[in-house]
């Protein structure tokens, strides 16, 4: 757990963006890119730690309905840290 915390004390010295999610006594960071470095599709209001780890928000149901694969890969490849 320690490690844990020097981890995340890391990505506070460094200004990283970052999710947690608490889970059966374990930690999950997912490291991400600071929204406003993007420009999120128009059929989300953009990723958070939910969308991250594969939920997904749109608008309305038309939107849902259109997306695809493609769609969904495109926005996730814009949270890769490069």
Same mark, same amino acid.
């Given at each position: ?6 981890? *995340?004390?890391?990505? +506070? /010295?460094?200004? $990283?963006?970052?999710?947690? *999610? &608490? $889970?059966? =006594?374990? *930690?999950?960071? #997912?490291? /991400? $890119? /600071? $929204?406003?470095? &993007?420009? +999120? !599709?128009?059929? @989300? !209001?953009? &990723? ?7 939920? #997904?928000? @749109?608008?309305? *149901?038309? =939107?849902?309905?259109?997306? @695809? ?8 490849d814009k949270l890769i840290i490069n």
């Amino acid at each position: 757990l320690s490690d844990a915390w020097e981890f *995340i004390e890391a990505l +506070h /010295r460094d200004e $990283q963006p970052y999710n947690l *999610i &608490y $889970q059966n =006594n374990k *930690i999950l960071c #997912v490291v /991400r $890119q /600071r $929204q406003d470095n &993007y420009t +999120h !599709a128009d059929w @989300t !209001a953009g &990723y958070a730690w939910y969308e991250a780890c594969g939920g #997904v928000n @749109t608008f309305n *149901i038309d =939107n849902f309905n259109d997306l @695809t694969v493609i769609d969904l890969k495109d926005e996730l490849d814009k949270l890769i840290i490069n």
